[in-house]
């Protein structure tokens, strides 16, 4: 008897590799949402805001942009970190009619803690990768290079 085509098959690539990617993060990203927020006040998407922040100034809307995120959740993360005291609007080192975000000495204390919790959340899987970490983190960064879809054929 042959599998029946309408029955999906969860060991065959695309949904294995779905399934396996979907799993990975619901369990990290659950152990980093707990920890962070139990010791910092912080969700997973208000510390990459920080951090990216902390990488250079940066306006709202470039860093939706640059996370994939709609503004208006930018907008309650750094609603939060302000409020916290981690980031400031200062004048746009380019661009005098615009304002950039900057870490503040509080926020970059909150980053360095932050991320320390990161690392512990983080490290007893990331160890099981063992030497495959850089190349399993370089395909999850292949993936996300845009590449144009097959035109669907009549």
Known sequence: MSPDPHSPDLTRQPLRFLAA??????????????ALAREHDLDLRAFLILSHVQAGPHTPSDLARTLDLPR????????????????????????????????TPAGAQL?????????RATQPA?????????????????????????????
Request: proline share 7%.
């Open 21 to 34: 990617y979907w799993t990975a993060w619901q369990g990290l990203s659950g152990q980093v949402q707990a």
């Open 111 to 119: 980053w360095g803690a932050a991320m320390q919790t990161l690392q």
């Open 72 to 103: 208006y959740e930018v907008a309650r993360a750094l609603r939060h970190l302000e409020g916290a005291g981690a980031v400031a609007h200062v004048p746009h080192p380019t661009d005098a009619r615009r304002r950039a975000l900057h870490v």
């Open 126 to 154: 990331l160890d099981r990768l063992g030497p495959q970490l850089d190349a399993v983190t370089s395909g999850l960064e292949t993936l996300i290079t845009p590449t144009p879809l097959p035109e669907a054929t009549a």
